[in-house]
């Protein structure tokens, strides 16, 4: 799990929250943006031992002040167009003369070396990077950020950002062993590289009319990126035990500067190479390799109505119905109390936490890491954000593609965040992020819904929206 997972009510809340502070009306003066970000962090990082506890690694984690859930969306998809002149790669050996191998060669003897591959980008030639595999994921799928028209991914582990990576920062990795791993002192809004293990560092260019490609044999290698007509990828002489690589990326007068410092070992290497393995630009459309873990379909006709079977109900003065034979209990709301409706149907299972992994959790209670140690199902449900009174505090987010504003009777201000959740490219469930204003200076709630990924679950999603109603 990652910060994408709107599905958190912890994560919502500081979602809302900060999504409010950033309005142009004033902002409830119970807000504390810091402390709901710095709780939403923590979350992050518990969830993401979670996923090293049973996958061997941890999931990414990239948390910090401007980030949210932009890093979540998803564009609509589009035709490839032409990238890097394929029709000019060609193949040689590493040597003029090639040799051919010895029928009789021992099996002790070293493998001979695999043909280099070369391919023509930017006006020059470079040899293609070796090794480097397409869609390399740990968890659900993927769930890239956006820079630009440049779609990318932090490779597996523990990511902290640093400054705003969607504006081009710097996201940094914390080993599990780091005493900032499972500590929030610095706090993560504070940090800065110097506190990472290894870093990755984002710009998105325009003045890229006089870039340039190394020579052939000056130990630069090239990737091919649909829609990119210059690769060059540049690793750097060792500094301590780092290996700083320079990435440099150019679709026509827009261009990227990746800056990378990972180990300087096996692993760093297959960090690198997976890094750039996942590099896409959005105008070529989706790589085949790519299974998005989040999607965002497109909301139908919604009807208005409470079906039969379906039980109504009311939270600071939002009418809505659920589903029969749902149960509800009262839950803490960053606002004002909230309430959660959960059903019958299971849509994921998160694994118990290990205890030596427990043993780091310094700031938990026993009962805390006894909660946490067993395994947790998670089914449908809505959770309900209770608000204040006011003025409208939200604000439509125009980053995100999959934003949808509806009619609700009562409210001047309806917007829904509808994504569908995969695991392996297989639908898992669907979860929506719900903000609402009552006309006039009624509530703003904030909700969480999450349906089945199956056709009766989307279903089941537009007919809770049609049940809403904040009529006085």
Do not use: C
């Amino acid at each position: 799990m990652n910060v994408h997972d709107i599905h958190a009510k912890q994560d919502a809340a500081m979602m809302a929250g900060l999504r409010a502070a950033g309005s142009t009306i004033e902002p409830p003066r119970t807000l504390d943006p810091a402390a709901m970000a710095a709780r939403a962090v923590r979350n992050v990082r518990r969830r993401r031992v979670v996923v090293a506890a049973t996958a061997g690694v941890a999931a990414l984690a990239l948390t910090g002040a401007g980030i949210g859930a932009a890093g979540a969306i998803y564009a609509d998809r589009q035709q490839p167009l032409p990238g890097t002149d394929r029709t000019a790669v060609e193949s040689a050996t590493a040597s003029a003369s090639p040799v051919a191998p010895s029928p009789s060669a021992s099996p002790t003897e070293e493998p001979e070396a695999a043909p280099t591959e070369f391919l023509r980008t930017g006006g020059g030639t470079l040899p293609v990077m070796p090794g480097v595999e397409r869609g390399v994921v740990d968890g659900a799928g993927h769930a890239p950020y956006i820079l630009g028209g440049l779609w990318y991914e932090v490779p597996p582990g523990g990511w902290s950002a640093v400054g705003n990576v969607n504006a081009g920062g710097v996201a940094g990795f914390l080993e599990p062993d780091h005493p900032l791993a499972m500590s929030f002192e610095p706090s993560p809004l504070d940090m800065s590289i110097d506190d990472m293990d290894a870093t990755i560092e984002l710009r998105n260019v325009t003045d890229v009319a006089d870039w340039t490609v190394p020579a052939r044999n000056s130990g630069a290698t090239t990737l091919d990126i649909e829609g990119a007509d210059l690769v060059v990828i540049e690793q750097h002489e060792r500094e301590g035990k780092v290996r700083p690589a320079t990435i440099r990326i150019r679709s026509g007068a827009e261009g990227w500067i990746i800056e990378t410092r990972f180990a300087a070992n096996a692993d760093g290497d297959t960090m690198l190479r997976n890094f750039v393995g996942n590099l896409w630009l959005k105008d070529a459309g989706e790589p085949s390799w790519y299974q998005p873990e989040f999607v965002n379909p497109v909301l139908d006709r919604i009807e208005r109505g409470v079906p039969v079977g379906w039980s109504r109900t009311e939270h600071n003065g939002l009418k809505f119905a659920v589903p029969e034979r749902w149960t509800s209990e009262p839950t803490e709301g960053q606002f004002s109390p909230g309430v959660e409706w959960t059903g019958q149907t299971g849509i994921s299972v998160v694994p118990g936490i290990d205890a030596e992994t427990l043993e780091q959790w310094t700031d938990a209670s026993e009962e805390e890491k006894a909660r946490a140690a067993e395994e947790q199902e998670s089914f449908e449900r809505v959770y309900v954000q209770g608000g204040k009174p006011g003025g409208n505090w939200w604000s439509q987010t125009m980053t995100a593609p999959e934003s949808q504003l509806i009619e609700v009777p009562g409210a001047d201000y309806a917007e829904v965040q509808p994504v569908l959740h995969n695991v392996d490219g297989e639908p898992e469930y669907y979860s929506a992020s719900i903000y609402l204003h009552q006309e006039g200076q009624g509530e703003n709630l904030f909700l969480v819904v999450d349906f089945d990924g199956s056709e009766q679950g989307w279903k089941d999603l537009h007919t809770f929206l049609g049940t809403l109603d904040f009529r006085r």
